[in-house]
């Protein structure tokens, strides 16, 4: 058996998330349902950096999975592309070592959030970018996310349907930048609980409008209630974008 650590980009516009789902189409099942044809019906797992919702897109999920097919790493990804829809694309593959888990070595994650600033909607990116057709008063905005940086209890920036207990993690960098009519967010944490980076974003984006102030985001924090937070942003603007690794 080898282990492969493969990159994959994926339009997560007419999937129902990363993960399988009874009755759903999936990312995940969709990839398996390849490796079950390449592998002549034996069924293979595969394993994920983490999930992502209906919507949310990928430029560079990591997963793994382990095969007895003794193909060169080079011929895996050309394989793969071949089963693939045009929503999902392998950009690379590796072999790596038997102990390496997608998910659990995982050291840091980038995500992106995209949002159109013009005042008209664009129906081509509809499914790729959140639309706010307002001004935004950036100095709030940056001044906003100085509060989110460090290692914090993030109970307020998470869904009310989140599992794990532990809601501490910590938020290496947020930054912005506008080019053209796109303003885009970049978030780079240790980890990120369910809908986390959405909610911050929809949080920010209150403060840009001017309907709540910055150093609300102080009480929000220590307040450790969803409720007091601002509302999720919509799924199509976030990009899964980078997994890190020690190697």
């Known amino acids: 058996m080898q282990r492969l650590k493969c990159i994959i980009s994926y339009d997560g516009s007419a999937f129902s998330g990363y993960q399988v789902q009874p ?3 999936t990312v995940q099942a969709v990839i398996e349902d390849a490796l079950q ?5 034996e069924f293979i797992r595969i394993h994920a950096s983490g999930r992502t919702d209906a919507g949310v897109h990928a430029i560079g999920q990591v997963i793994h999975f382990d095969s007895p097919l003794a193909i060169p790493a080079n ?3 050309v394989a793969l592309n071949s089963l693939l829809p045009d929503e999902i694309v392998v950009k690379d593959v590796q072999k790596t070592h038997s102990d390496f888990h997608a998910r659990f070595d995982v050291i840091s994650k980038e995500y992106q959030y995209k ?13 790729y970018v959140h639309h706010v057709p307002h001004s935004l008063d950036y100095i709030a905005m940056k ?14 920036f998470c869904s009310a ?3 794990i207990e532990d809601k501490i993690r910590t938020v290496y960098e947020i930054e912005f930048f506008e080019e053209s009519d796109m303003l885009t967010f970049r978030f780079v944490g240790n980890g990120f609980l369910y809908n986390m980076v959405r909610i911050m974003v929809g949080t920010i984006l209150e403060v840009g409008l001017g309907y709540r102030s910055s150093k609300e985001i102080v009480t929000i924090l220590e307040m450790k209630d969803r409720t007091k937070a601002g509302k999720t942003a919509p799924s199509h603007g976030l990009y899964l974008w980078k997994v890190n690794y020690n190697n």
Do not use: C, P, Q
């Open 23 to 25: 009755n759903r189409r």
């Open 37 to 41: 044809k390449m592998h002549k019906g």
């Open 75 to 77: 011929r895996w990804k």
């Open 115 to 127: 949002i159109l600033l013009k005042r008209d909607r664009d129906v081509f990116l509809r499914h």
């Open 143 to 156: 001044e906003a996310i100085k509060y989110f940086i460090g290692t914090k209890d993030f109970s307020s």
């Open 161 to 163: 349907k989140t599992e």
